[in-house]
């Protein structure tokens, strides 16, 4: 697991859980599969990797938060995807920070981050909404480290397989073309709407 470098370490999960919780980056799964890879590894140290990784994800979803405070409810289409953004303003409008409940433990394909930056433009209270966020985050990886203390050994053997790597080098190619072309998008979007308002 050389090639993952700088996130082997017991901050990795930090900086991979921030960027995961902005618009633009693009891994889905890497955040999981970094935790559970580092508490099968380390396991003295196992709970604290979901730590890092739930004040990672809070990290971002702060940026992600206030991008859509600043853009604001009428702003918002220019950063959220149309095909989002009725259902999920009617859902943070009728549930406000509760809305984060589920998507927050949930795995891709939840729109988490269209979700963040709807919060933000419909000015839930923020600590109703970090709270509940980091809450459900901390349970989310907690899961994935407990389940690596316990089955370490084979966790280990899997992930540490030739074939896995191969698995992992594919990843991070898509997560750096699916990064590249969501800032591309969402760059554009932005763009194309604020002339549309103008």
Sequence with gaps: ?????????????????????????????????????????????????????AAGSVAGAAVTFWLGHKAGDVGLDRMVPRRHLDRLRCHVRGKGAVALAIPAIMPPPFPLTPLVMTCGALQVDPRRFFSTFAAMRLIRFSIGAVLARIYGRGILRVLESDQFRMIVITFIVVAVVGTIVSTVVFWRNTQTRSLSAA
């Design 1 to 53: 697991m050389r090639y993952l470098g700088i996130f082997l370490t017991w901050w990795g999960p930090f900086v991979l859980g921030a960027l995961d919780a902005t618009p633009v980056f693009f891994m889905p799964f890497g955040i999981d599969a970094l935790v559970i890879y580092l508490a099968a590894r380390d396991q003295s140290l196992f709970w604290i990797y979901p730590i890092m990784a």
